[in-house]
Nanobody, 122 residues
Framework: DVQLVESGGGSVQVGGSPRLSCQVSEDAFRRYCIGWFRQRPGLRREGVGSMDPDGNISYEGPVKGRATISKDNAKNTLSLQMNSLKPEDTGMYYC?????????????????WGQGTQVTVS
């Protein structure tokens, strides 16, 4: 079964630059789309960005322009580097896998989710 495990969250100062990581089962990491999402207090979960199996990356939402997604094939890890964080970036950050090479951030197509990692900006 596919497993995704996020790490790297915690308390961050305003303007900080945390790096979140998502470790994925080996086969899935190389073959499918992996996305980052977040849920801020009182708001619906929203897409942050994704990477397809070919390494194409897309971003969306308020984090666009302040986020960088990268991967480490040796560690089966997808990272989300965020910069210039604001208090409104506080939330639970999730990675998820979509059983497809297509990689738009429509949540209904993402069948596997990690447990999330909390980022609190103050």
């Amino acid at each position: 079964d596919v497993q995704l495990v996020e790490s790297g969250g915690g308390s961050v100062q305003v303007g900080g630059s945390p790096r979140l990581s998502c470790q994925v089962s080996e086969d899935a990491f190389r073959r499918y789309c992996i996305g980052w999402f977040r849920q801020r207090p009182g708001l619906r979960r929203e897409g942050v960005g994704s990477m397809d199996p070919d390494g194409n990356i897309s971003y969306e939402g308020p984090v666009k322009g302040r986020a960088t997604i990268s991967k480490d094939n040796a560690k089966n890890t997808l990272s989300l580097q965020m910069n210039s964080l604001k208090p409104e970036d506080t939330g639970m950050y999730y990675c998820a896998l979509r059983y497809s090479g297509a990689c738009s951030l429509e949540q209904r197509f993402f069948g596997y989710w990690g447990q999330g990692t909390q980022v609190t900006v103050s």
